[in-house]
């Protein structure tokens, strides 16, 4: 393979980047590569912070003992930095590149995939931990896969405290276990993640050696502090910028330019009346569109950014500036459904990103936000209109304005609303005392021009002005430091046990925002046409048609939107019901029983959507993208056969819904279906000409994307099914999965064994055992401990050969299944109901674990109990490879016990179902607790981790084996 050196980084950086590396990024890398990561990087805003990326992933590839396999930043905000996926991209182009222009990132490409025990494994996979959505863990493909994560505190936060907001109880150990090992956390503007920090600090450094063999469960993970806020902390290690990088002609530029702002106070009125503070937020909005438009009229403006600190004011001004046509206007917030952000962010990088040219000729673009692009944006403005914060939230926004230096003529306010200003003034919900302070401070260092007072927010100006500053009024001027308890033992016990969690169960948001923080907690809402509102606690059949109709389009997080749980539950009444989707599908729940990070399904008719943000008055149906976002996600053709899910170029000959049961109705019904499905094929040679379809004009880009592939598969890879919902029966098309697209695999229990390929049991158990023993291997485990992961993984689906079970997979066929050799996977990819009816044909009891009869069947035979080195270990991840046992294993009893045998490794098992009472289910939560002290929290997370991953890599493309085969 060929070798790296540090030198070769400069051309790295060429090819992902198309610019040379700054002096700093040179010397960083050197000085990562001698000594490690330091724990402080003092850089400010506009000098390419976001490239440490580049820098960790080259040095990954030039040293991979000593690299990270996973690189994460976390930015305490409602979204992720949305840039840091653009980066990707380009650094995920470069290495996937044939230019052989190109050869360094080749070499680099090389590396990483060698890394990988996947002999398909790509060369780096892109994260976005945006919000969790039940069953959609796409993001954690193999624990050895190197791959860019970007997080907000929360999401990534409470995974690690095994709570993961969204995360279904199932799954809570494998993000744990994860994501405390073999990462790199970048904590960018730290000082607004102190009480993260702690907690990090807590568990990297407290309970490092808790854990008797803690050392055996692979590399921790490390933490650097990035702040763009000059001086940082004094008695920290601190890696600054050096005179070399002031020297730089381009670094020189950016850091000398001017960033001259006016102070002006807008007047309103001082009132806790919400009416009074809507006039006020509406005073502010007409404003900072008057200064928009000075801005266009008055300096030629063409990029102007116009940021406040609420979403309702981010939502008036866009509603103004569309109604002034001064041009195009964009808003994006927090609150944005990705699916929506996506084509918003593609104009941003063609209207202001950085090094886009703003000249005269071309219509002005305005970007309304909030603090979602304060950190991190690479955007450029050469006007901005803001309202005033905290210091440093204000010179991540002026880190915006003018950002290179290069715009000749610039022009920038900051407002003040008069009651939020001056000593009697309350506390901002966000910002605090820091508010008026920072205008207090403004004044005072204000140059007066005329009238106007002014501001430089260039950085080397605001360097010299904070040198004078006392250090007490400087920490008066940011958001008070949230300080997180004591992480003690016990908080640590009763997270660790995630299925059932305890109660009381500590809510961890106390450890990711501190004992004083009062931010608003989200939900994740996602828009269905076909789900009916549940006026009512829903029975019997408008349940069913519910969960049917969001069980053929599992929800993902692009079509997510993030809403703050206590107005999205004034939104939909208090004393009203709502669908919520969890890991066993979809249930109806009271509204004010919701809890933070649910997954909310809102029928599309409601409204709620205005632009693509959150807004509960906006009352429009909103766009149900479901089909649209799976396809982009994974690559999966599904399409529902509906009017009120198609675009109307779509809806012409669609078959009418129907109640009928005859057979002969049906049938003709089916031949419309059939009709239109054709019809929709022969539509693909007209894509490119999408006009002609309908009066409704062009399908988008994504609807293009999905009829092309739906197309262009053969007919024996579709599949035309039909279900029962609120209007009738409908049809439903499913396209099997391309060569090369993996299955949809989740170790969650309604789906796990239902993938839509069969796989013998004897070929699936020895594909797991493959996998988990060579992603130990790669972990660096002991070759004794990775070997009982091995063996783990050869037992752990032993119990599917009860002849019920086996039934089941074949859709509840006693007859054929006591005929056929043993299967793992079933063919069907069945609806909740048709596996429900399988279940009650086959007799498997409802509620049995096959785990469970697996683990019997491991403690019956003394042959393969001599196979292990740590038989406590194998029991435990033989029994909790479906998140089960992590204390508690379910109790339920076999009514009618069943005598299971099967040969594995030429060794013979044989067991009654009878065994699994109380006293061997009490045994897993002793057997649980003592392998917690064994190998600590987190330690024993990642090795089920890396038995459960190699379970869902075996089951995603079966017969496919690692690299390296366990010896």
Not at 272 to 287: G, H, Q, S, V
């Amino acid at each position: 393979m060929t070798a790296l050196r540090p030198e070769d980084f400069d051309a790295f950086m060429r090819e992902v980047t198309g610019f040379e590396p700054f002096p700093w990024q040179r010397r960083l890398l050197r000085e990562v590569q001698a000594q490690g990561w330091p724990a402080l990087l003092d850089l400010p805003t506009g000098v390419g912070k976001t490239s440490v990326l580049l820098i960790a992933l080259f040095h990954l590839a030039m040293d991979p003992q000593r690299g990270f396999r996973r690189i994460a930043l976390v930015v305490d905000r409602r979204i992720i930095v949305d840039q840091v996926d653009g980066f990707a991209q380009k650094t995920l182009d470069a290495l996937n590149s044939a230019d052989p222009d190109k050869a360094i990132s080749a070499k680099v490409a090389e590396r990483l995939r060698a890394l990988s025990s996947d002999p398909e494994a790509a060369a780096l996979h892109v994260a976005h931990l945006r919000g969790g959505i039940p069953r959609d863990d796409s993001w954690i493909q193999a624990p050895d896969q190197p791959t860019i994560i970007a997080s907000t505190v929360d999401q990534v936060g409470s995974r690690l405290l095994f709570r993961g907001y969204g995360v279904s109880e199932g799954m809570r150990p494998i993000h744990a276990g994860i994501l405390a090992r073999d990462t790199l956390y970048f904590l960018d503007e730290v000082h607004l993640a102190t009480a993260f920090e702690e907690t990090l600090a807590q568990l990297e450094d407290r309970y490092a050696g808790w854990a008797a063999r803690g050392e055996d469960t692979g590399r921790r993970f490390g933490v650097v502090r990035m702040s763009a806020t000059p001086g940082g902390d004094p008695a920290r290690a601190r890696f600054v910028l050096d005179d070399d990088d002031r020297a730089h002609p381009e670094l020189e530029k950016r850091l000398n330019a001017p960033r001259l702002a006016s102070l002006v106070q807008v007047k309103t009125a001082r009132s806790k009346e919400p009416d009074a503070r809507a006039r006020n937020r509406e005073k502010l909005a007409l404003a900072a569109c008057q200064h928009a438009r000075q801005a266009v009229q008055e300096r030629g403006a063409r990029g102007i950014g116009v940021v406040v600190n609420r979403v309702d004011t981010a939502r008036r001004i866009a509603a103004r500036l569309k109604a002034m046509k001064l041009g195009e206007v964009l808003l994006i917030t927090g609150r944005m459904r990705p699916f929506e952000r996506r084509a918003v962010e593609a104009e941003l990088a063609r209207s202001v990103a950085t090094g886009v040219r703003l000249d005269q000729e071309r219509r002005p673009t305005f970007v309304v936000a909030t603090s979602c692009i304060e950190a991190g944006a690479d955007l450029d403005f050469d006007a901005l209109v803001t309202e005033v914060a905290s210091l440093d939230a204000l010179r991540q926004r002026f880190g915006r304005f003018n950002r290179l230096g290069r715009h000749e003529h610039t022009a920038a306010w900051v407002l003040g609303c008069s009651d939020q200003l001056g000593s009697k003034a309350a506390d901002d919900p966000i910002y605090g005392a820091a508010l008026r302070e920072t205008w207090a401070y403004l004044e005072e260092v204000a140059s007066s021009e005329g009238k106007a007072k002014v501001v430089d927010f260039g950085l080397s100006a605001f360097e010299e002005l904070e040198k004078l500053e006392d250090p007490a009024r400087r920490e008066a001027l940011l958001p008070p430091r949230a300080e997180a308890p004591l992480l003690f033992p016990s908080y640590l016990d009763m997270w660790s046990e995630t299925r059932p969690a305890p109660y009381p169960d500590p809510d961890p948001a106390l450890w990711l925002h501190g004992k004083r923080e009062h931010e608003e907690r989200d939900v994740q809402v996602v828009f269905r046409a076909d789900v009916p509102a549940p006026l009512a606690e829903p029975r019997g059949r408008e349940l069913e048609w519910a969960r049917e109709a969001v069980e053929f389009l599992p929800p993902v997080a692009e079509e997510a939107v993030s809403v703050p749980r206590r107005e999205l539950v004034d939104w939909l009444g208090k004393q009203g019901f709502a669908w919520r989707w969890t890991a066993e599908g979809l249930e109806s729940v009271a509204v004010e029983t919701l809890g933070v990070g649910d997954t909310v399904v809102v029928p599309a008719g409601r409204g709620g959507l205005g632009s693509g943000t959150w807004d509960p008055a906006a009352s429009a149906a909103v766009e149900d993208v479901a089909e649209q976002a799976l396809f982009a996600l994974r690559g999966q053709a599904r399409l529902r056969i509906d009017a009120r899910c198609l675009p109307p170029a779509l809806r012409e000959g669609l078959p009418a819904p129907s109640r009928s049961g005859d057979p002969e109705a049906l049938e003709a019904a089916r031949e419309v279906a059939g009709r239109w499905l054709d019809g929709l094929v022969d539509l693909v040679d007209l894509v490119e000409r999408a006009p002609a379809l309908g009066e409704a004009g062009e399908l988008s880009a994504s609807w293009r994307a999905l009829l092309t592939a739906i197309g262009e598969s053969t007919p024996e890879a579709r599949a035309l099914t039909i279900a029962e919902g609120e209007e009738g029966l409908v049809w439903r098309v499913v396209v099997e999965p391309t060569q090369g697209v993996a299955l949809e695999v989740s170790s969650e229990d309604a789906v796990s064994s239902f993938t839509g390929l069969e796989v013998s049991l004897k070929d699936h158990l020895e594909d797991v055992e493959a996998w988990a023993g060579e992603f130990a291997r790669q972990a660096g485990l002991p070759e004794a401990l990775a070997r009982d992961l091995a063996l783990a993984g050869l037992l752990h689906d032993l119990g599917k050969a009860d002849p019920r079970f086996q039934a089941l997979l074949r859709g509840g066929d006693l007859i054929r299944a006591a005929g056929s050799g043993l299967l793992a996977k079933s063919q069907q990819f069945g609806s909740r109901s048709e596996r429900a009816r399988a279940q009650a044909r086959s007799g498997w009891p409802l509620g049995l674990r096959h785990e469970l009869v697996s683990l019997a069947l491991l403690d019956a035979s003394e042959a393969l109990q001599q196979k292990a080195s740590d038989l406590e270990l194998v029991r435990h991840l033989v029994a909790s490879h479906h998140g089960w046992c992590r204390p508690w294993a379910p109790t339920t009893r076999d009514p009618k016990p069943q005598r299971v045998r099967v040969e594995v490794a030429g060794i013979t098992a044989e067991v009654s179902t009878a065994a699994l009472d109380d006293a061997f289910t009490s045994a897993c939560a002793a057997r649980f607790r003592r392998l917690c002290r064994r190998y600590g929290w987190h330690g024993l997370a990642y090795l089920e981790a890396l038995l459960r991953l190699g379970d869902h890599r075996a089951s995603a493309r079966p017969t496919l084996r690692p690299k390296k085969e366990p010896s």
